[in-house]
């Protein structure tokens, strides 16, 4: 720990973008495949979401260019017992509409963040019940003792709204992003960020202004040009590639692999890639007694081990590696995002074995399934890298085994309230962000669920009581070596019962106009306080 941590329409678009953009160097023009969920913050934990948002909402901690946790609403946070925190909170900050931000304002956050429509409750509800001291100083009470409280408070999970705002537009509680509920905070927002909101028209486009009298202009933390920002979604990738290259965009997200050498050769662009901490998996339904969407009766295929086995021992990971992730991917067996950084040693590196589809087919019969079996595997068409193109290579490689896949894919607009109503047979999940602690993806992906938020994006609904355990232990354990031992442990129950089936770690390329500067974190977050502008 560091010191700070010990004491704390397509063709349309375009045509949009080219009409209301005005000429200015300061003026950041960007686009991604997919459009932002909702500015609610507490309603859909998706990272490409938790991003935009934190350019207009803060967090109590943050990180800094090299992911190192630094103070933002609050100064300092310190633990006062095993159980209790107190945290400082700054002064001078003001909200948008210029009302002064206070611990009003964080204690109404964090109990809204932990009602039952936040998709943050796991993170919300470990950091316990928060108490105000005084207008600048509020007290936290956890559940169990949290080593990585401060990691929770700066990785992008709990941003901090006005309470007054939210009262007065009728918001107290988030959104029900699953039933697609419409509330105020939806289309709007207003925090103590860099930027503010200035428009928004889903699927069009959605407009930022610099935030004058943000704090951090005084602190130096402002170190870019950019004054507006136009964020124009841009499903197809040609469209997004042609309005880089000729000049309509400066800046896309996710440029397409298959563009990537082309674009390198072009001397007006420049491509920045690196390691994303994100694992991309399969989950399957494993709870229900007959799947939704298969056509076996009377049971369910992925209940049996044997069943799952056969499907991941016939993904021919490298070919994915290849072909479809144009080698822009790290073929995994372990289903974190960052293996290296939560302590995983190298020899549990190693993938179930492949094996010919005779034998896969043999497993299959053992299991009472001679002639295979239909079923669906629901795919987002917009969040991940060649997120589709992953579930066509995958139905193609089972269909040997006589497992027939219907890909079923969607915008993720769609695909998320879906699976968190539970409502699949098979599913992707790409999961990962700024922290490496496996507890963060212990917790909320590989346990099973409960009324807590715990194992919210466990969608395949299974259980495995000695798992749930030690990740029940490891959450309140305070001895390192212990509380390290007991991860491998849990890392090796999910790997041996094929809970789920992982597939590789995302490299994430981003392309700019050659003139442009932005900085390029692992957990692919695009800082518009450090883009610098020609």
């Not at 509330?183 to 960020?193: D, S």
């Not at 200035?198 to 130096?220: A, Y």
């Not at 798992?467 to 070596?481: P, R």
């Amino acid at each position: 720990m560091n010191n700070f941590i010990k004491t704390i329409g397509i063709g349309c678009a375009v045509l949009t973008l080219s009409a209301t953009a005005s000429i200015n160097a300061k003026t950041l023009r960007w686009s991604n495949q997919g459009d932002i969920a909702t500015h609610d913050p507490h309603a859909q934990n998706e990272s490409f979401n938790n991003q935009f948002n934190g350019q207009i909402y803060e967090q109590l901690l943050s990180r800094d260019k090299n992911m190192k946790l630094i103070p933002t609403l609050a100064t300092s946070v310190k633990q006062t017992a095993p159980t209790t925190w107190l945290m400082t909170l700054r002064k001078g900050v003001k909200w948008h509409d210029g009302s002064a931000f206070t611990a009003d304002d964080v204690v109404f956050s964090i109990v809204r963040a932990q009602q039952p429509t936040s998709n943050y409750r796991v993170y919300s509800m470990a950091l316990g019940k928060p108490r105000k001291v005084d207008d600048f100083t509020v007290e936290l009470t956890t559940p169990v003792p949290n080593l990585v409280l401060p990691d929770m408070l700066g990785s992008s999970v709990i941003f901090i709204m006005s309470k007054a705002w939210a009262i007065k537009n009728k918001i107290e509680k988030p959104q029900d992003f699953t039933n697609k509920e419409e509330t105020f905070g939806v289309r709007n927002a207003m925090g103590t960020g860099p930027f503010m909101l200035v428009s928004r028209e889903p699927d069009v486009k959605t407009v930022l202004k610099k935030n004058p009298n943000w704090w951090g202009i005084k602190e130096g933390r402002f170190e870019g040009n950019v004054t507006d920002v136009i964020f124009t979604p841009i499903r197809s990738p040609a469209t997004r590639v042609a309005a880089l290259i000729s000049g309509e965009l400066d800046f896309i997200l996710d440029p397409p692999l298959q563009d990537i050498a082309k674009l390198q050769q072009d001397k007006k662009i420049k491509i920045y890639e690196g390691r994303e901490n994100r694992i991309i998996f399969i989950g399957m339904d494993q709870a229900r007694d007959q799947l939704l969407y298969s056509d076996v009766k009377g049971k369910n295929p992925f209940k049996d081990k044997r069943v799952r086995m056969a499907l991941y021992q016939t993904v021919d990971i490298e070919a994915i590696k290849r072909t479809v992730m144009r080698g822009m991917a790290i073929p995994t067996a372990i289903n974190l995002p960052s293996r290296v950084e939560a302590g995983i040693p190298d020899s549990m590196e190693k993938r179930h074995p492949m094996i010919s589809a005779d034998a896969a087919k043999k497993m299959l019969a053992d299991a009472g399934y001679p002639k295979g079996f239909s079923v669906t595997l629901d795919c987002p068409n917009d969040r991940y890298i060649n997120d589709e193109r992953i579930c066509v290579a995958l139905a193609g490689m089972w269909s040997k085994i006589g497992v027939n896949i219907k890909v079923a894919s969607i915008p993720k607009a769609n695909y998320f309230p879906k699976q968190r109503k539970l409502d699949n047979s098979m599913y992707m999940l790409g999961w990962g962000g700024s922290t490496t602690d496996a507890i963060f993806t212990l917790n909320p992906v590989l346990h099973s669920r409960n009324d807590k938020g715990v194992g919210e994006f466990n969608w395949g609904n299974y259980k495995n009581a000695e798992l749930d355990q030690l990740i029940d232990n490891i959450e309140g354990e305070t001895e390192m070596k212990k509380r390290q031992e007991m991860i491998i442990k849990a890392m090796q129950i999910h790997h041996d019962e094929v809970l789920h089936i992982p597939l590789h770690l995302q490299v994430t390329p981003w392309a700019a106009k050659s003139g442009v500067s932005v900085v390029h974190r692992p957990d692919a977050w695009l800082e518009l306080t450090w883009v610098k502008m020609p």
